[in-house]
């Protein structure tokens, strides 16, 4: 087995060509240590290797189901207790409790509830408020005759007022719920716990409200959700469920806006066909989840037995990771052109990308993220034909996130 172990920097994992194209070569699995941490990891970087692991039985994310792996390190623990080690116990469950932790039919039974409360129709019903949205925000931002900030001023508050909407925050009480997502999921982190508290205890406030009187909200389809032989979810995962939405439903949406602007300024060949021909924003989607894909690193995955995966001898307990940025970006799976951002690039079957994942942990919230990268880079880019960014390329600010790479914390833009 192969215990060289490289370590890598932010640099490496943000970069698709780079460490990952020599690891692509190897015959066995890379081991790594992501940066920030310290146990390593083996790493997955083909395309089809990726697929593989997301859909192998025989690696799970909830280490606890595997006895043999209870004394070593995990590099899972060290990011969590990096990401969220200063929040109160009684409030942490609710982040150590969400879905991506759990494997099979526990995993199911958490799941199946909110993969019928994504809906198509409440999904496509959503479209109307994005676009309200988004053209308000923008609007208000172009008045001011400067560059905005399209993160700070406008992917966060969008993706803030979308989950508000979606989850059901009565008008009354948006600003201060939107004052606690801000502070718990894009402030300065400052007041981080503080953000948690306030959305947990206003979450357990709702859930009580809907199950008086429910609405159309999906916590009302959460709440209301019973199938015959199916376990319901008691106040504590409903709980959990809505604490994973403002999770992963405003930061990596926000960021991903913002990087896929970014890409389309980096390339004005392809930002001028997109506004000479908009037919192709169907196509310019997919592509840019593919070219961008903003969660590089997917969740830690543990060997439950001995055994080869991808060429590699696995021990029990063995930690793996998928990078999921690499995979997008695999001449074996898109060719010589796998490297280039490329709008109008066909996709066979399904989605073409693995930036939403691949399997039972498949992004619930896939469709919905389709839905605002069109509104998104409609309004911004094609019904204003000036928008430019508003910085040179080497002044844009970027800061670093543990086990990743860099991410804007600015983006200038002259609207």
Known sequence: MNTTTVHLSPEQVENPVGAYAGFRRQAELPQVVLPGLETPVRLVTRYADVKAALTEPRLV?????????????DPQDELMATVFGAFPAEYAKYLSGHLALFDGAEHARRRA???RAFST????????????TAADLLAELAAKDEPADLLGEFAYPLTTHLICELVGVEE???PRVRAWIRDFAFGDGSRMAEGLIGIVDHVKELVARRRAEPTEDLVSALVHDTREGEEPLDGDDLVSVVV???NTGITPPALFLAHGLLALFDHPDQLARLRAEPQLLERAVPELLRYVTMVRIGATLY????????GTALRTGDPVTVALLAADHDPQEYGESAGRLDIAREFGRGDGHLAFGHGAHYCLGAALGRLVTSVVLDQVLIRRPGAALGAGRDELEFGHWPADGFHLLRLPVRL
């Open 244 to 246: 994973l939405l403002v």
């Open 303 to 310: 060997a439950t037995e001995d055994f080869e995966f991808a």
């Open 61 to 73: 994310r909830d280490r606890t189901t595997i006895a043999a792996a209870q004394a070593e390190s």
């Open 113 to 115: 509830p909110l993969t």
């Open 121 to 132: 129709r409440r999904i496509a019903a959503l479209r109307g408020f994005v676009e309200r």
């Open 172 to 174: 009354a009480d948006r």
